[in-house]
């Protein structure tokens, strides 16, 4: 399995994430690292539609029905699923939509997460049809099926649901978009965006420090928007948006002309500075050239169309100071031209023109290097994603 892994990257001349050239919001596709918010797990689609697993599986994220599995155990794959297009990732759990529509959910669901029964979810279940997106947020989820509606499940403390209430889910519930059809939608840290085919952005969670685009009160204090409110800020640019997620407390959308534009505290510029208080809802531009970006939790990662790769975001504790930087950071110590981009919580991977990936940021588990346990974090140029 190692070797076929590691040959269908190589064959596939993708990248760690195409998500943001297609209509993807976070979430991996085939002969891809997962570009979500897991922590100390690695996750991947190799070219044949199967999701690898790797790193931290003590709960059930292997798939497998195991309720735990040692994370120095090669990565391996989760034998019931197949055909496999996209992944999409929280915390500690896993959601897989497959060639026909299909959404499965496994790995963690204290919340309901996974959109199964259970506090742990061993083995994949299905969870929804018909579907042709896939989202999630720290620990709860989102789906866009084809008619253009969007579906949420999961943690509901903050209003990731958009349902109008707090009580957790686990079974899909139907996000109100007032009549309107979503052609896109994207996870933020504890909430969620929808951009419609009528041109509109909607926005529901927590809008601390104005992170879903409206007028919101400053950093470390919550402001709960229960139902999908519309976002003013950000109509003028809706019809020209490819991507939108968000991390704790902005926001961020990757246009189909290469501009990033930023909302929230600092615009998710060096969130973790001490100017904390600075935060608006209004719109600015970041960068330029960009054809993929990934954004979440405290940091974005874009890689331009000349195969520059920047890194932006919170600049202190854990990983942070190596991975980010207070203002987008162009990163030159590679290993190689890099392709594509995808990673985790706290940690970058990048894929080289070669087919090798190479991984920076916190390390833990054998997540990044598959020959410790707890290796000191990785930084760049990284250390090599062996399958």
Not at 96 to 101: E, I, K, N, P, T
Not at 115 to 125: E, F, S
Not at 181 to 190: C, D, Q, S, T
Not at 227 to 240: F, S
Request: glycine share 16%; with cysteine; net charge neutral.
């Amino acid at each position: 399995m190692k070797v076929l892994f590691k040959v269908a990257l190589l064959a596939a001349g993708i990248g760690l994430s195409v998500a943001a050239q297609a209509q993807v919001a976070g979430s991996a596709e085939r002969g891809s690292v997962s570009p979500t918010g897991l922590i100390t797990t690695g996750a991947a689609i190799d070219t044949d539609g199967n999701v690898v697993v790797w790193g931290f599986r003590g709960s059930g994220q292997q798939g497998d029905g195991s309720m735990s599995v040692t994370s120095s155990k090669p990565p391996a794959r989760v034998p019931t699923l197949s055909n496999i297009n996209h992944l999409a990732t929280g915390a500690y759990h896993l959601l897989a939509l497959d060639s026909r529509g299909n959404v499965y959910g496994w790995g963690q669901s204290g919340y309901g997460e996974t959109g199964c029964p259970g506090a742990y979810v061993k083995t994949p279940c299905q969870v929804l049809t018909g579907v042709s997106q896939i989202a999630a947020g720290e620990y709860f989820s989102m789906a866009l099926k084809f008619n253009g509606e969007v579906y949420t499940w999961g943690h509901n403390l903050y209003g990731q649901l958009g349902d109008g209430g707090s009580k957790n889910s686990n079974t899909p519930v139907l996000v109100n978009l007032n009549g309107e059809r979503a052609r896109l939608i994207g996870g933020a840290y504890e909430g969620g965006f929808a951009v419609t085919r009528e041109g509109h952005v909607w926005a529901w969670g927590d809008n601390e420090a104005s992170g879903l685009g409206f007028q919101g009160p400053n950093y470390g204090v919550q402001r709960i928007i229960r139902q999908p409110t519309r976002v003013p800020n950000l109509e003028p640019y809706a019809a020209d948006i490819k991507y939108i997620a968000g991390g704790n407390g902005w926001g961020e959308a990757l246009l189909y002309d290469g501009r990033v534009i930023g909302w929230g505290l600092r615009a998710g510029i060096g969130v973790g500075t001490t100017a904390t208080s600075i935060s608006s809802p209004e719109p600015v531009e970041i960068m330029r050239n960009v054809k993929q970006l990934f954004a979440r939790y405290v940091g974005s990662f874009a890689l331009t169309h000349d195969d520059h790769l920047f890194t932006w975001g919170q600049t202190g504790g854990s990983a942070f100071p190596m991975v980010y930087g207070a203002a987008p950071h162009l990163r030159f110590q590679l290993r190689g031209k890099p392709i594509a981009v995808g990673g985790g919580k706290e940690h970058l991977f990048y894929q080289t023109e070669d087919g090798k990936i190479w991984g920076i940021g916190y390390n833990d588990l054998h997540k990044l290097d598959m020959s410790k346990c707890c290796a000191p974090n990785i930084d760049w140029p990284g250390t090599q994603i062996v399958f």
